[in-house]
């Protein structure tokens, strides 16, 4: 476990340079900031667990003018699928992977992982493109109080019928409200959510 890792956004360190741990398994990495995956892949090549969280907030990054803003966080991920393609470098072991959806989208993982949580989804348009290589068998999703606004289901539901929810077998949502949205009817959330629509 460990805090604050700051890894250069667009830098990654070279690969004669990072330190390998070949038998480390789990890794859990709390406010960071951008990921650059690809280092994390060079360091715990046989990784099997893998928490991230960035420390950015999950929703309404255009408001915290300190946080990098949607485009930089769309480029960081570009970054790291392109940075594991080009070196055809990726997790192999990696069985559970942990994260907020705009960390998993950022993050950009290429490889396949049978059991995936999404923490605080609150960025919802993210959730299909991060979910595009992973493709997991079993996920836990825990959606913020933050929007069930049309919109946001409708992101969600495209998410959920896309190739990156097509292996799927099983699915937890755990929905967190506030007070003030006592009285929303999940039920009809429940069923804007399904997915033989």
Not at 116 to 136: G, N, Y
Request: proline letters at 9%; hydrophobic letters at 40%; glycine letters at 4%.
């Amino acid at each position: 476990k460990c805090r604050r890792w700051r890894t250069h956004p667009k830098i990654a360190p070279g690969p004669n340079t990072t330190p390998v741990y070949p038998r480390m398994r789990e890794l859990s990495i709390d406010y960071s900031t951008l990921p650059v995956t690809i280092a994390y892949i060079r360091a715990y090549p046989n990784l099997t667990s893998f928490r991230f969280n960035s420390g950015l907030p999950p929703h309404e990054l255009h408001v915290y003018p300190d946080y990098p803003q949607p485009e930089a966080c769309r480029e960081q991920r570009e970054a790291n699928v392109a940075a594991q393609l080009r070196e055809q470098l990726t997790w192999v072991r990696l069985e559970w992977v942990s994260a907020s959806s705009v960390d998993l989208y950022m993050l950009g993982l290429t490889c396949r992982v049978p059991h995936v949580t999404v923490q605080q989804l609150a960025s919802f348009a993210v959730l299909a493109p991060a979910l595009e290589h992973l493709r997991p068998t079993r996920m836990d999703v825990q959606w913020g109080p933050l929007g069930y606004a049309k919109a946001a289901v409708e992101d969600v539901h495209a998410a959920l019928s896309g190739p990156g929810a097509s292996q799927l077998k099983s699915l937890s949502i755990q929905f967190e409200l506030y007070r003030a949205q006592r009285n929303l009817d999940i039920g009809s959330l429940l069923v804007r959510l399904d997915c033989d629509e």
